[in-house]
């Protein structure tokens, strides 16, 4: 936590709303328009596109819509950017929108005579659509669209380029029709409020409508959504429509899921607005403390740090000498104390200097017998995953539902991912927290120690505004989480990291911005999330430096929370 970052920089730092594929589309079409771009879905190979150098190619898998979409290979010196001159009409607006799928697969389109546009994504294993607008000037009749990757990055893939809007007279426009009823429509992981839903995608389709019970609740990009807001242990029915400027489906297949009878995933003590606090069993330069000193604006509290064993996954933990606990009896009772009092005491994996290594079955078992022996030894509700040095999210996923399986429903899971971490669904630890959606309590992203990110919306924002905080938040619950696992984790104090402090009024700004829709900066959510789980500080000891004015204004403002 308390330490600086690397900086990534470039385009390459922060990642495009358009990665989170649950997002409402901004414009309809009208009737009359056409798709102007020809060869849109690269049946006829590469007639129509130009591809740089050599870089592009049509393959037969893996494809959105048809038997083929274009594969294009970047090199160190070459985006691999393929494009089309498409007949547009002056004065006129397009909606631009392709199905890409890899790495840092951009869209987008020059020569308008007005405002260029483009969007990208850093990529993902699936297909997902990339969708933007522009306008056409007064005299503009051929606008360029194009596609391309990152240089050095994996190939990408493309399929199902629509440029639609008016015909500019290019003719060979491929004409809109409805679009097939999605198939295959599936329930995933629920909560106590919410439902993941997903289905097949439709070719042709710019958007998709989600009903729960006969009645219209979402309208959304992807071939996915998330129903929230339902009450618990409730059965629904869901169906799902697609739609473009032609019209809508009929309605798919229903299926029908059940929530949950509680909150979020694991946690079974935890409050529904938690404050969470690192504590730390070292001493270095913030106020020293014991457990019994932490604040009861609290819900949880992680000791930091458990040390890494010769043995890959094995953990250990020792009480550091300087924290002045007289005993291992004497901290296991202050622990035992605070339980006592409704808090939850984990602990935290990892840190700054952490080494803890999980990618192979081996070290995945070996870190859950490990952690739940020194639960069992100490007494801790559960585990903090900060680990930021990397992490593989298939055998840490299999480490923690092993840990899971032994320490039952009221394991507490929390995760303290960097920024850059959960820019990306495909992130590792990204998809690490969606793995283990089913036990997760909450994720606190470290919003400190940073340097600018893109929020949800695609734009550029800098650490330590309330911006920062709420545009960030947004990739997490439009991006998979339910908002009872999302929680902002920020400084206690202006010592508690290198840069991204801000004041705790700022925070409460940003908690009632998700929450309430009040409060916000320039940046304001489509939705509110009023199950968001609370805040996170680094750390209590730092807090307690200044005065515990971080928990004294953060705490009242998240058990507030509606």
Not at 157 to 186: E, K, M, Q, T
Not at 344 to 354: D, N, R
């Amino acid at each position: 936590m308390d330490r600086a970052r690397r900086w990534i920089k470039g385009a390459l730092a922060v990642t495009a709303a358009a990665a989170l594929g649950v997002t409402a589309l901004a414009t309809t079409a009208q009737a009359a328009d056409i798709n102007v771009a020809k060869n849109a879905g690269f049946e006829s190979d590469l007639s129509n596109w130009t591809c740089s150098a050599g870089t592009g190619s049509v393959v037969g898998s893996p494809v959105h819509g048809g038997a083929k979409a274009l594969k294009g290979t970047p090199t160190a010196q070459d985006t691999a950017q393929c494009s089309q001159a498409v007949a547009v009409k002056p004065n006129s607006t397009y909606t631009l929108s392709s199905w890409v799928q890899g790495s840092y697969v951009y869209l987008g389109a020059s020569g308008t005579g007005t405002t260029d546009v483009s969007t990208w994504t850093p990529g993902s294993s699936g297909w997902q659509q990339l969708s933007t607008t522009f306008t056409t000037g007064a005299n503009t009749t051929s606008v360029t669209v194009y596609t391309h990757g990152w240089y050095a990055q994996s190939a990408y893939y493309a399929d199902d380029v629509s440029v639609l809007g008016p015909d500019g007279g290019g003719g060979g426009g491929d004409p809109v029709v409805i679009p097939a009823v999605p198939a295959r429509l599936a329930a995933g992981t629920a909560t106590s409020s919410s439902v993941d839903l997903s289905w097949n995608p439709v070719s042709g389709a710019t958007g998709y409508n989600v009903y729960r019970d006969g009645s219209k609740v979402a309208s959304v990009s992807g071939a996915s959504a998330t129903a929230t807001g339902l009450a618990a242990d409730t059965s629904y029915s869901f169906q799902v429509s697609a739609t473009n400027s032609a019209g809508e489906s009929a309605k798919s297949t229903a299926v029908t899921a059940k929530t949950t009878t509680s909150g979020g995933g694991g946690g079974g003590t935890v409050p529904k607005h938690a404050v969470t606090g690192y504590w730390q069993n070292f001493d270095n330069g913030a106020t020293v403390q014991k457990l019994r000193d932490v604040p009861s604006q609290y819900d949880i509290i992680a000791v930091s740090f458990a040390d890494a064993t010769s043995t890959p996954g094995q953990i250990s933990f020792t009480l550091d000498p300087a924290v002045g606990y007289a005993s291992a009896a004497d901290f296991k009772a202050d622990i035992a104390a605070k339980q006592a009092a409704g808090k939850s005491v984990i602990l935290s994996v990892g840190g700054e200097k952490g080494s803890v290594s999980v990618n192979s079955d081996a070290s995945a078992t070996a870190f859950a017998d490990s952690a739940y022996s020194l639960m069992q030894q100490y007494g801790f509700d559960g585990v903090d995953i900060d680990l930021e040095n990397g992490l593989n999210s298939t055998y840490m996923s299999k480490a923690l539902h092993q840990l899971s399986a032994k320490a039952g429903a009221k394991l507490v899971l929390t995760m303290a991912p960097q920024t850059i971490d959960m820019q990306s669904t495909s992130g590792e630890y990204f998809k690490t927290a969606l793995n283990v959606k089913d036990i997760l309590t909450v994720v606190n992203m470290q919003y400190y120690n940073s340097g600018s990110m893109l929020g949800c919306d695609g734009k550029v924002y800098s650490q330590g505004s309330v911006d920062f905080l709420t545009a960030l938040a947004c990739i997490q619950l439009e991006g998979g989480l339910d908002p009872s696992q999302v929680g902002l984790g920020v400084p206690a104090s202006t010592r508690g990291a290198g840069s991204g402090y801000v004041d705790p009024s700022v925070v409460n700004s940003a908690l009632d911005c998700l929450t309430r829709g009040t409060g916000c900066g320039s940046f304001k959510p489509a939705r509110t999330y009023p199950g968001l789980r609370g805040a996170m500080a680094w750390s209590t000891n730092w807090d307690a430096t200044a005065g515990n004015a971080w928990s004294n204004s953060v705490g009242p403002k998240v058990h507030s929370l509606p």
